[in-house]
């Protein structure tokens, strides 16, 4: 089964993590099926980067979400810009 998690990166005591598709059997950070964003936790302002587009289409594959990437998901959704009308 595909499972979409956290890839850890990045130094000792300076964690970058990647958001990626992987084989729930590989190890944490094994070889990904597909990068689909960052999250880096330690700036003053968290950054996430994700393809919310992508994490959709491997989800109606039948890839399951960890705790941590659907709660990232849904902070990076909440925080995306309303696109003005006009």
Known sequence: MVKIRLARKGAKKRPFYRIVAIDERR????????????????????????????????VQQGAQLSPAVRSLLRRARRNQPVPAEG
């Open 27 to 58: 190890q944490t950070n094994g070889r990904a099926l597909e990068f689909l964003g960052t999250y880096d936790p330690k700036p003053d302002a968290e950054v996430i980067q994700v393809k919310a587009d992508r994490i959709d289409a491997w």
